[in-house]
T-cell receptor, first 113, second 113 residues
Framework: GDSVTQMEGPVTLSEEACLTI???????????LFWYVQYPGEGLQLLLK?????DKGSNKGFEATYRKETTSFHLEKGSVQVSDSAVYFC????????????FGTGTSLTVIP | DTAVSQTPKYLVTQMGNDKSIKCEQN?????MYWYKQDSKKFLKIMFS???????INETVPNRFSPKSPDKAHLNLHINSLELGDSAVYFC????????????FGPGTRLTVT
């Protein structure tokens, strides 16, 4: 069945360091891919998405490229800030499985000044 | 002007009690969801409704019963609460099923003692 695998956390970085959070997926058809972010004490909110192969989603300095050949959607940011400290979830949805969302296990990021 | 609201935000109760969590969205969306997030941040979908019809019903104990009186509301009733029910419960909504962004509520932290 469909699934999403994320790198395990927690991840701790110094401010202005580069961030990569790995995400790979298994899907039957052609899914859309998402990154959601959860700040402490809040619900999840969409960070970026890509709906077809080679699409790049971007928002708030974060980027992720939909790579069909490697079934990956890695999240990257060139220079993290303390305010980026949160839990990041990779997710997919595809019509083949009834459009259900499949979330990864989440990766906790802490950025220290 | 909160998009997805949940009440209560915190719920502390004893084993064996029955409790309800309410969710309302003012986005005009057709689809609503209930998720359970455990202490390790793992997110599991429980139910999904589209136009007041149940479309996703994951393996959840019968003690959990969702009710959708109209498209804007999706409530969750839990009977005979158990210690293992302690978690954060999130309501979410989306324009429709599939590739559409899900908007999450702030969560209800349920603690069963």
């Amino acid at each position: 069945g469909d699934s999403v695998t994320q790198m395990e956390g927690p991840v701790t970085l110094s401010e202005e360091a580069c961030l990569t959070i790995n995400c790979t997926y298994t899907a039957t058809g052609y899914p859309s891919l998402f990154w959601y972010v959860q700040y402490p004490g809040e619900g999840l909110q969409l960070l970026l998405k890509a709906t077809k192969a080679d699409d790049k989603g971007s928002n708030k300095g974060f980027e992720a490229t939909y790579r069909k050949e490697t079934t990956s959607f890695h999240l990257e940011k060139g220079s993290v800030q303390v305010s980026d400290s949160a839990v990041y979830f990779c997710a997919l949805s595809e019509a083949f499985t009834g459009n259900q969302f499949y979330f990864g296990t989440g990766t906790s990021l802490t950025v220290i000044p | 002007d909160t998009a997805v609201s949940q009440t209560p935000k915190y719920l502390v109760t004893q084993m064996g009690n029955d409790k309800s969590i309410k969710c309302e969205q003012n986005l005009g969306h057709d689809t609503m969801y209930w998720y359970k997030q455990d202490s390790k941040k793992f997110l599991k979908i429980m139910f999904s409704y589209n136009n007041k019809e149940l479309i996703i019903n994951e393996t959840v104990p019968n003690r959990f019963s969702p009710k959708s009186p109209d498209k804007a509301h999706l409530n969750l009733h839990i009977n005979s609460l158990e210690l293992g029910d302690s978690a954060v419960y999130f309501c979410a909504s989306s324009q429709a099923t599939g590739y559409y962004e899900q908007y999450f509520g702030p969560g209800t932290r349920l603690t069963v003692t």
